[in-house]
């Protein structure tokens, strides 16, 4: 079964929480503390794999979790860190966040990786805390959380040259003539379900793999037929090969057929109009064919054409000189975010405006919440299990200037402050 998109939940390991441990062994007076760091929580990461041409596994599993990092341990030990999962894709494979929509990543080479959840880290254990004015904390730090999201993994098949045109044109013949690929072909339409890729030889020496691709109709681009789901494994072709039915077989008419097919590309993202087109006039031997290849060139008299029998391996030497020529000098198209319009070179990085540390909400009746990325993070590093964890938590409120702001916004003596669902009273 071909499968070229799935949705997943991905979850990083969590990082392992800091100890609070104390050396004591005989002969060493004053120890002090020895707690050591939790472990980092384990990355869920994709890599390509050229071993795969589907994403059939993705499609039976649908939660991928990485191992939470091991807690630390005394005389300062590090706890384990958590076990990566490495998730196998084929190469032309994309990942996106299901949220946004932006491209997380857009893996094109053998072996390449990307990053798309991140372990969390592990908390420091007391040992780290030590000072000249504490010289015996007996509070840690807890381990981070991990990145946490649910993304869209689309397959877009790499391919140089891609095959389109109306259904039953020939676009699957012509592939089992020039290369070693044997698509399924009869006569009925949508006979290709899924993309067939081939490897042709040019007689020159040169080689280049082929698509063929479901067979388009009117208003493909918009979700009809099979087009929209496969137009986008054209996306990365640099090619574009236009399969058309000179001889008329199914009663359609051929300068038709050629302005439809070009509409829907130009409807469809990702500038597909912009690619080199090689025009092929098939079905050459069919009674008619000659009389409508005389007026597609009156209709369109700048638009090379190559004429064709497919099934009698006619004509297509000059396409395969033609379509190596082309790609020499056509340098690959870049996959786009439809969102955000940016570029992708392998992991897509953006640029955000920097967040607050927090932000107050006043919920009325003298009670306020907290929100943000730092105030968050910083409680839920937070050990509230002694008055020294407490204290440095409220100190470290402080630099943050949550204390200051709270009173600006109107927070009075014994108001609720709620963060994290946890309730705080506020005192002066």
Known sequence: MFVDRVKIHCKAGKGGDGIVAFRREKYVPLGGPSGGDGGKGGSVIFETDTGKFTLLDLRYSKKVVAQDGEKGKPKKMHGANGKDVTVKVPLGTIIKDEKSG????????????AIICAGGKGGRGNFHFKSSVN???????????????????ELKVLADVGLVGFPSVGKSTLLS?????????????????????????????????MADLPGLIEGASQGKGLGY???????????????????ANDGRDPVEDYRIINKELENYQYRLLERP???????????????????FKEAYPDVEVFE??????????????????????TDPFPIFDENHKEETQGVLYKFEEPKPAFEIKNLGNGRWELTGDEIEKAFHATQFNSEEADQRFARKMRIMGVDQ???????????????CNVEFAFVE
């Open 102 to 113: 932006a491209i997380l990543a857009d893996l094109t080479r053998n072996g390449q990786k």
């Open 135 to 153: 010289s015996a904390p007996e509070y840690c730090e807890m381990g981070e959380f991990g990145d946490e999201k649910d993304v869209i993994v």
């Open 177 to 209: 003539v020039v290369s070693a690929a044997r698509p399924e072909i009869a006569e009925y339409h949508f006979t290709t379900l899924k993309p067939n890729l081939g490897m042709v030889q040019v007689p020159d020496g040169r080689s280049f793999v």
């Open 229 to 247: 789901e496969f137009l986008r494994h054209i996306e990365r072709c640099r090619v574009i090969l236009h399969v058309i039915d000179m001889g």
């Open 277 to 295: 087109q090689i025009v092929v006039a098939n079905k050459m031997d069919l009674e008619g064919a000659s009389e409508n290849l005389k007026r």
């Open 308 to 329: 064709t029998t497919t099934i009698i391996d006619e004509g297509l030497e000059p396409v395969l000189y033609r379509a190596a020529d082309l790609l020499d000098q």
């Open 405 to 419: 702001a709270l009173r600006d916004a109107g927070c009075q003596d014994g108001d609720i402050i709620i963060l």
